[in-house]
T-cell receptor, first 113, second 116 residues
Framework: AQSVSQHNHHVILSEAASLELGCNYS??????LFWYVQYPGQHLQLLLK??????LVKGIKGFEAEFIKSKFSFNLRKPSVQWSDTAEYFC???????????FGSGTRLLVRP | SAVISQKPSRDICQRGTSLTIQCQVD?????MFWYRQQPGQSLTLIAT?????????ESGFVIDKFPISRPNLTFSTLTVSNMSPEDSSIYLC?????????????FGPGTRLTVL
């Protein structure tokens, strides 16, 4: 079955630490890949996306993600997190066969000042 | 991007009753999506609503429980019928963006439903 896995459910970091959140999907066809963020009390916002081209994509607020096709992965990274990055992060994959967006289980990030 | 509003933003309901959630978009869109986000969990697609045709429901969701209307290209409603505490969730409306963002889904602020 088509699925999206996020390995880290809860992550706690200190400010200035580096961040990497894992995302893997199970589908061999064409995909569009997304990371969404949900800040406390706010609605879901797009962080970045990958459709084609350079597998390293940059998003808002210093975030980036790398698509590794051979590993079916789309990990999110940030070199130095801030307290304001405290949020829940969702990986989502659009699979052309199902014509719908499938979400991972989400990762709650807490950044301590 | 698309600007999406939902009403109500939150509600507390008694079991056995029904609640209709409205979704309004600031542009005309072909497809509208309804999602559920149960407490502490991720988003699950309930159904896809196209204007002029019946909604397409995902496995585990049925029209009798979650009837959807799509009267025009900017508006949709989702009704949660005969509610039980297990229906307590955030319900979100989503659409594709326009122009350069036509391949990206945007989400409304959600309706937080608590069923007692």
């Amino acid at each position: 079955a088509q699925s999206v896995s996020q390995h880290n459910h809860h992550v706690i970091l200190s400010e200035a630490a580096s961040l990497e959140l894992g995302c893997n999907y199970s589908y061999g066809g064409t995909v569009n890949l997304f990371w969404y963020v949900q800040y406390p009390g706010q609605h879901l916002q797009l962080l970045l996306k990958y459709f084609s081209g350079d597998p390293l994509v940059k998003g808002i607020k210093g975030f980036e993600a790398e698509f590794i096709k051979s590993k079916f992965s789309f990990n999110l990274r940030k070199p130095s997190v801030q307290w304001s990055d405290t949020a829940e992060y969702f990986c989502a994959v659009w699979m052309d066969s199902s014509y719908k967006l499938i979400f991972g289980s989400g990762t709650r990030l807490l950044v301590r000042p | 991007s698309a600007v999406i509003s939902q009403k109500p933003s939150r509600d507390i309901c008694q079991r056995g009753t029904s609640l209709t959630i409205q979704c309004q978009v600031d542009s005309q869109v072909t497809m509208m999506f309804w999602y559920r986000q149960q407490p502490g969990q991720s988003l699950t697609l309930i159904a896809t609503a196209n204007q002029g045709s019946e909604a397409t429901y995902e496995s585990g969701f049925v029209i009798d429980k979650f009837p959807i209307s799509r009267p025009n290209l900017t508006f949709s409603t989702l009704t949660v019928s005969n509610m039980s505490p297990e229906d307590s969730s955030i319900y979100l409306c989503s659409v594709f963006g326009t122009g350069e963002m036509a391949d990206t889904q945007y989400f409304g602020p959600g309706t937080r439903l608590t069923v007692l």
